[in-house]
């Protein structure tokens, strides 16, 4: 449920405390392809990060505090990942019209689980 998230987003990630394992969660959209899509992005995001040796504590801190009023806090060129963050979007909405949707469309199912 979207009320389980640690902060208000529909999509999350974290690693265990090794950084062995990542974690991902989403709240549930009521439409499994914007979902996926949510999913994917968190993965691409994280495993960017990973590579580019930006923290998850990183990400988190941005997220949570300077970013946390913005609707995309990754969009914003001051963010840690926003390179990381870019791309995955980039492969979210390539995703999103594989799939039989508009950005748009996604983007409305996304808003109405923030809105609840």
Known sequence: EHKAQRYPT???????????????????????????????????????????????AQVDKWDMGEGAEMDEPGADPRAPYHHEHMVAEDIERRFIVAVGLTWEQHCETVDSVELK
């Open 10 to 56: 529909v999509g999350d990630l974290w690693f265990d405390p090794r950084g062995k394992i990542l974690h991902i969660r989403v709240s549930k959209m009521g439409d499994w392809r914007s979902e996926a899509a949510v999913a994917l992005h968190e993965q691409v995001e994280a495993m960017l990060c990973q590579e580019h040796s930006i923290t998850t």
